[in-house]
C-alpha cells in the first residue's frame, strides 16, 4: 500500500494517513471500472487484495503500453537484422496504438509523470524510425511534412517529399527549420539543377544495419577419414560447374554418406568465406520442420530472437537476404524429401549446398557412396590398426576387409573391436573353417 500511495500521490504512507485509510474504497471503485470495461466480472479477477496489499494480475497483451513498447524493441531489432518491411509494420502498429496527444494524460504522481516523459520519447523515437524507412523503402510518406516540424525529423522528412517530388516543399521544409549540418547539405543538393537523391541516407552510421554473422557450424571432420578420392573429385567438380550449386550423397544405411559431406564440406571450406551452415534433418519420420531449420539459420547469421519470423516464407526472405552477396557452404544431412529441402536452399549463385539423402533428389548433382574398394577397406584398417599390425597379419587384414563385404560401416566396427583389443589377432575376427 505504501508503494502505491507513493507512486500515485508522491507521498509517504506514513505521512498520509487519509490516503491509507481511503485506498480500499479507491480500489473497490477501481475493481468495479474493471469489470464495466470487460463487459463482466472480469475486475475482481484481475484486481485482488492480497493480505495487506493489492495484486494486478493483467495479461501484457491487454495492456497499451507494455505492447507499443514491444513492437518499438522488436522494430529496432529487425531494422539492425535487415528486416526493413517487418520493421515499418511493426512501427506502423505501434504508433496506431496512441488515442492520444499524451499518455496518462491527466493521471497524477510521480509515476504517471515518469512514464509520460518516457513514452513520449519513446513515441517520437517511433515516429523518426518509420520516417527513415519511409525513405529507405520507397514508400513515400508516413505524414505530409509542413516548415514547423519536429526538430530531428526534418532532414528524413524533406527527403522524403523531394523523392516524392515535392522538391519546393521539401526545400520550404529545410529553410523553416534554420538548416544546418546535413539539413544545410540536403537543401544545397535539391537547389541543385538535377539533385542526386538515390545516394543520400539520413544518419547512414546510426542506422547501418549490423554485420552479417560468420557462421562456422561443421560437424568434427573424421580424423580416420579414408580413400574416397574420385567421389571428393566428383563432388568438388559438381560444385564448381555452372548451374545450381547443389550435391546430392545418396546411398545405402552405413555406408559413409553422411562422412563423405562432413569430409567434403572441411576441404571445400575455405571456397566459402562467408560461413558453413549445417543441420540435421532427422532422416526419418517425423520429419525436420523446414521452418525451425530456416530459424536457427538465420540467428546463426546474426539475427536476434526478437526479429526471427514466425512464417516459413518470411524466414526464407530473410535467409535470402542475409546470404545476398555471400559465399556460404549450406551442409543438410539426412534429408528425406524435396519439400523438406528446398527452402533450405541458399540462391546465391557464390553458396553451394550439400545434402545427404537415402535416394536421389531432383536438381542438381548426386553421388552415389558404394563398398570400399578392396584398397580403401585395407587402408581402414590400416589407419586405426596401425600399419605394424596389419604387416604382421596382410592376409588376415584382407580377409577380414572381404568378409565385411568391404562395407564402411561393418569395418569400422570391426577395427574399433579390435583397436580395443591390441593383443587379438586380426584372424580372431574371422570365421572358423567349417562355419
Not at 516548415?147 to 529545410?174: F, I, Q, S
Not at 573424421?222 to 578420392?229: E, I, K, P, S, Y
Not at 546474426?302 to 552477396?325: S, W
Not at 551442409?331 to 550439400?354: F, H, I, K, N, T
Request: glycine share 10%; proline share 9%; hydrophobic share 45%.
Amino acid at each position: 500500500m505504501a508503494e502505491i500511495i507513493d507512486g500515485v500521490w508522491g507521498e509517504e504512507g506514513d505521512e498520509a494517513p487519509n490516503r491509507a485509510r481511503g485506498l480500499p474504497a479507491t480500489m473497490y471503485r477501481l475493481r468495479n471500472t474493471l469489470a464495466d470495461e470487460d463487459g463482466a466480472t472480469e475486475g475482481g479477477s484481475v484486481l485482488r487484495h492480497v493480505g495487506k496489499a493489492y495484486r494486478l494480475d493483467a495479461d501484457p497483451a491487454n495492456i497499451d503500453r507494455t505492447v507499443f513498447l514491444a513492437e518499438l524493441a522488436a522494430a529496432n531489432a529487425a531494422r539492425r537484422n535487415r528486416q526493413p518491411e517487418r520493421a515499418h509494420a511493426l512501427l506502423t502498429a505501434a504508433l496506431g496504438r496512441w488515442s492520444a496527444p499524451v499518455a496518462l494524460d491527466g493521471v497524477p504522481g510521480p509515476y504517471a509523470e515518469h512514464d509520460r516523459r518516457m513514452l513520449a520519447g519513446r513515441r517520437e523515437e517511433a515516429r523518426q524510425a518509420r520516417l527513415e524507412l519511409d525513405v529507405e523503402l520507397g514508400l513515400g510518406l508516413t505524414l505530409l511534412a509542413e516548415p514547423g516540424a519536429e526538430p530531428g525529423t526534418v532532414v528524413p522528412h524533406a527527403l522524403a517529399l523531394a523523392r516524392a517530388g515535392h522538391r519546393e516543399r521539401a526545400l520550404a521544409l529545410l529553410a523553416g527549420s534554420a538548416p544546418r549540418g546535413e539539413a544545410a547539405a540536403l537543401a544545397a543538393r535539391l537547389r541543385g539543377r538535377a539533385p542526386d537523391l538515390a545516394s543520400w541516407t539520413p544518419w547512414a552510421s546510426r542506422t547501418a544495419p549490423r554485420p552479417v554473422r560468420r557462421p562456422f557450424q561443421l560437424p568434427p571432420d573424421l580424423a580416420d577419414f579414408t580413400g574416397r578420392t574420385a567421389l571428393l573429385t566428383e563432388l568438388a567438380a559438381a560444385l564448381a560447374a555452372p548451374g545450381p550449386r547443389r550435391v546430392t550423397v545418396t546411398g545405402p544405411p552405413g555406408y559413409g554418406k553422411s562422412a563423405l559431406a562432413v569430409h567434403a564440406a572441411h576441404r571445400l571450406a575455405p571456397g566459402y568465406p562467408d560461413g558453413q551452415l549445417h543441420a540435421d534433418l532427422n532422416g526419418k519420420v517425423p520429419l525436420a520442420d523446414p521452418a525451425a531449420v530456416l530459424a536457427a539459420f538465420v540467428r546463426a547469421l546474426g539475427v536476434e530472437e526478437p526479429a526471427v519470423p514466425p512464417g516459413l516464407a518470411d524466414l526464407r526472405a530473410l535467409y535470402l537476404r542475409l546470404l545476398a552477396g555471400r559465399r556460404v557452404l549450406v551442409l543438410l544431412d539426412g534429408a528425406v524429401g524435396a519439400e523438406q529441402v528446398r527452402p533450405l536452399l541458399p540462391a546465391e549463385p557464390g553458396s553451394a549446398a550439400l545434402v545427404t539423402a537415402g535416394r536421389p533428389l531432383p536438381g542438381g548433382h548426386t553421388v552415389t557412396v558404394g563398398r570400399m574398394t578392396p584398397d580403401e577397406g585395407i587402408e581402414l584398417l590400416s589407419r586405426t590398426l596401425g600399419a605394424g599390425r596389419l604387416a604382421r597379419e596382410p592376409d588376415a587384414a584382407r580377409a577380414l576387409a572381404a568378409a565385411c563385404d568391404h562395407h564402411p560401416g561393418a569395418l569400422r566396427l570391426a577395427a574399433n573391436r579390435l583397436a580395443r583389443r591390441p593383443a587379438w589377432p586380426i584372424s580372431a575376427l574371422l570365421p572358423h573353417p567349417g562355419e
